[in-house]
């Protein structure tokens, strides 16, 4: 158990959920057009721009593309956390633990949960209103801090 450093798995699992989180943003970045369309859809049951887009087929594609890019985001960050684990000749079980600390998240929704959704969501509105925008400056801003925490761990001891 020597090997195992609890503070550097804390720090990773906090680098690993910014990175995640950037991710999906850039996601929703990217489908900036089709989300607003859903909840304009959802909101009034008619929308234009459904019948445009042809989304009827695509809904369930979407919704679970959603979840397919939080998996990526975290596929990603534990390439990177066993990667930086290997670098400083730390323990694979530093990354295994990281893995399953992360992975328990998943199943409890906290990237989807309303309450951390909208704290995260706070940083993008102080630059714009608009939800592309927001989920843009958000992306670019949670990806790069969660790589920056993530090199914090390598620089640690």
């Known amino acids: 158990m020597k090997n195992i450093i609890l503070k550097i798995i804390l720090i990773q699992v906090i680098g690993c959920v910014f990175l995640i989180q950037g991710i999906q943003n850039l996601y929703f970045y990217t489908q900036n057009e089709k989300y607003e369309c859903y909840l304009k859809f959802f909101d009034k049951q008619k929308s234009e721009c459904f019948q445009k887009l042809n989304l009827t087929k695509e809904v369930g594609e979407f919704m679970s593309n959603i979840y397919l890019w939080f998996f990526y985001g975290f596929l990603i960050g ?75 761990t390598y620089k640690t001891e």
């Open 78 to 152: 534990i390439f990177l956390i066993g990667l930086i684990n290997w670098k400083r000749n730390r323990h694979i079980l530093n990354t295994i633990i990281t893995g399953i600390l992360l992975f328990s998240l998943f199943p409890f929704h906290f990237f989807r949960n309303k309450y951390v959704s909208f704290s995260f969501r706070q940083l993008g509105n102080l630059f714009s209103e608009n939800f592309g925008t927001e989920n843009l400056i958000n992306g670019i801003i949670f990806t790069i801090f969660g790589s920056l925490i993530l090199w914090k």
